[in-house]
Structure formats: C-alpha cells, structure tokens
C-alpha cells in the first residue's frame, strides 16, 4: 500500500506565499513523477506542475511564474513553493504520485493524497 499526505495549507493574506509539502511512503518500488493539482470551489481539478525521477519538471499555466515544484532527496517528497499569492489560488490543492509497478517503471499507478486547503484573502 501506498500512502499520500500533503500538508502547508494555510490561511494567508494576498501577496504572501506558502510552501506545500507531500509525501509519500510505504511500499514503493520507484517514483515515475509526482504532481500537485487544485481544485477551486465548483471548479474542476486542474494539473499545476510536476517533476519526474530525474528532475525534469514542467508547468502548467496558472502555477508559471509564481510557483516553484521541487523535491527531497530521498524522491518521496514534493513541494510547491507558491508565492505572490492572489484570492484566486484559493483551493484544495492534491498530490499525485506515479508509483512504479516494476523496477523498469514501464507501467506506474497513481495515488492521491486526500488535499490540503489553501485559502487567500483579499
């Protein structure tokens, strides 16, 4: 089993930042890419960044800019340094992690964690 937790989500005031943190554990061969996500009040979930196992990341266009994705060393744990921060960004943000299933990672599954709340006021 696979476990993912985010954590750093905060009420802060408009121009401020924050930095989200997730990580995953238990029985993990190998990490293909992790992902964070948000979804806004009757909204759909939308895809921010990733990084991937060697680093490689990319942006989406709501987080380019203003959000920074990176990780630890041990790989299983991500975080989302987002600044300048606008009531707009207010969400519940996800993690999503790409376990591998073989040591190839030809094949992965994903595992989400359960969110996180950021609120920005204005």
């Known amino acids: 089993q696979v476990q993912v937790v985010e954590s750093g989500g905060a009420l802060v005031q408009a121009g401020e930042s924050l930095r989200l943190s997730c990580t995953a554990s238990g029985t993990i061969p190998g990490i293909h890419a992790m992902s964070w996500y948000r979804q806004a009040p009757g909204k759909q979930r939308e895809l921010l960044a990733g990084?991937?196992?060697?680093?490689?990341?990319n942006y989406q266009a709501p987080a380019k800019g203003r959000f920074i994705i990176s990780r630890d060393n041990t790989g299983n744990t991500v975080y989302l340094q987002m600044n300048s921060l606008k009531p707009e960004d207010t969400a519940v943000y996800y993690c999503a992690v790409d376990v591998c299933l073989t040591s190839s990672c030809g094949t992965f599954e994903t595992y989400w964690g359960k969110g996180t709340l950021v609120t920005i006021s204005s």
């Open positions: 990084i991937n196992s060697v680093g490689y990341t």
